[in-house]
């Protein structure tokens, strides 16, 4: 049961033009969620979050969206650089803490 | 600050065999989680530990087992290895793991090859 669904595996965009990476979760009861960003050979690090009380967070290049009656989350990079490419896990935390739920991962491709 | 330790960084066992691996979380923080990677499944949650006491478990079998010592370093073990184990093995950690607006610091992982 997947409870936080990334279906694009992979996205390729320009340098300098607009990255959208979509997530869809299906338990109301989470209340938090993440952006994680991560490069070969590397782990996962924080990129940028949003309480479910917002619907909107922008933290320089980068803004996420919630739509909680769809059930959906975005990350919005723009511009996109060659910097960005690399794997994005969506992840979400139930209301009562403990355990993060992560996505499959977006694979981000920004050619120069 | 020194981050999230994780050893070794690559492994290479065959089946039947068993394999620690380990992790040693920021100083201060004490819970500790543990993910695996494989591709197209993304990071899946093994289970987390705080103060030596294992608090949440994700759907995997007995054969994945862990323990957290009182310094808060923790080790995964896997008995019986089979094929498909093979994976990135993640290592988490955050202060206190209970709020749901905290975040996870995660190591670089631990490369499981099992042939």
């Known amino acids: 049961d997947q409870q936080v669904k990334q279906n694009s595996p992979s996205l390729s965009v320009q340098e300098g033009r607009i990255s959208i990476l979509n997530c869809d979760y299906t338990?109301?009861?989470?209340?938090?969620f993440l952006w994680y960003k991560k490069y070969p050979a590397e782990g996962p690090t924080f990129l940028i979050s949003i309480s479910s009380i917002k619907d909107k967070n922008e933290d320089g290049r980068f803004t996420v969206f919630l739509n909680k009656s769809a059930k959906h989350l975005s990350l919005h990079i723009v511009p996109s650089q060659p910097g960005d490419s690399a794997v994005y896990f969506c992840a979400a935390s139930p209301n009562q803490g403990g355990k993060l739920i992560f996505g499959q991962g977006t694979e981000l491709s920004v050619k120069p | 600050k020194a981050g999230v330790t994780q050893t070794p960084r690559y492994l290479i066992k065959t089946r039947g065999q068993q394999v620690t691996l380990s992790c040693s979380p920021i100083?201060?923080?004490?819970?500790v989680s543990w993910y695996q990677q494989t591709p197209g499944q993304g990071l899946q949650f093994l289970f987390e530990?705080?103060?030596?006491?294992?608090?949440n478990k994700g759907n995997f079998p007995g054969r994945f087992s862990g323990r957290q010592f009182s310094n808060s370093r923790s080790e995964m073990n896997v008995s019986t290895l089979e094929l498909g184990d093979s994976a990135l093995y993640l290592c988490a950690s955050s202060l206190a793991g209970t709020g749901s607006n905290e975040k996870l610091f995660f190591g670089s992982g631990t490369q499981l090859s099992v042939l």
């Open positions: 530990y705080f103060s030596e006491t294992q608090r």
């Open positions: 100083s201060g923080h004490r819970s």
């Open positions: 338990n109301s009861m989470f209340d938090y």
